[in-house]
């Protein structure tokens, strides 16, 4: 189970300012491609998961994850999430050719088959994506992660932490972010929502 604090930055300003003052504890800047598949029928968004690749730093790795049954409270986050790397090759084969998703050895892949139902013979579509600029930020032993999120319709800012006490962390980040005058709220959608909504939250 993933548990994250998100927090949404209320625009560009907020975030070029949380970014400024985060600035002395930065650790990397990933550029994340996200695509996500599901069948014709929907299959698995029909039982509230979700299949994603994630290429970084345009092909460097490849992550394929499966998320299920996700909840956004009081903006906690909390998904089974279960992810392995691809071969960013064959991964990039599978966007142009999505049938191939059901052909690659993976554990994942193997899952989705097995309790989904989902195979060569049903067959993937790709829904689309998105793409996401992610700062991580060494901060007060906590790992920040703060996004700028480019869908079709928009530009999303969000400040995200993953901790086994959210309510703490989000206690301290609310604390923080009001101590500067960074306008934020409770993020109430996951990122592939509002990519499936079509528009901003």
Not at 89 to 96: G, H, K, T
Not at 109 to 122: A, I, P, T, Y
Request: some cysteine; glycine content about 6%; proline content about 3%.
């Amino acid at each position: 189970m993933e548990v994250e604090v998100k927090l949404r930055l209320q625009d560009a300003s907020a975030y070029r300012q949380l970014t400024s003052i985060l600035s002395p504890f930065h650790s990397k800047t990933l550029h994340q491609e996200n695509l996500f598949f599901d069948t014709p029928t929907n299959t698995l968004s029909s039982q509230l998961s979700v299949l994603r690749l994630r290429f970084l730093n345009k092909d460097a790795r490849c992550i394929v994850s499966l998320k299920s049954k996700p909840t956004l409270v009081d903006g906690i986050s909390r998904v089974a999430e279960d992810e392995e790397e691809l071969d960013p090759c064959s991964a990039r084969a599978c966007v142009e050719d999505p049938a191939r998703l059901g052909k690659i050895e993976s554990r994942i892949l193997k899952r989705v088959k097995e309790e989904f139902g989902v195979g060569e013979e049903v067959g993937f579509v790709c829904l689309g994506g998105f793409e996401n600029k992610r700062e991580v930020f060494n901060w007060k032993n906590l790992k920040l992660e703060v996004d700028e999120t480019k869908y079709g319709f928009g530009i999303c800012y969000e400040l995200e932490c993953e901790s086994e006490d959210p309510d703490g962390v989000k206690k301290l980040l609310e604390e923080f972010l009001k101590e500067n005058g960074i306008g934020y709220s409770y993020s109430k959608m996951t990122k592939f929502a509002v990519f499936r909504s079509g528009k901003l939250p």
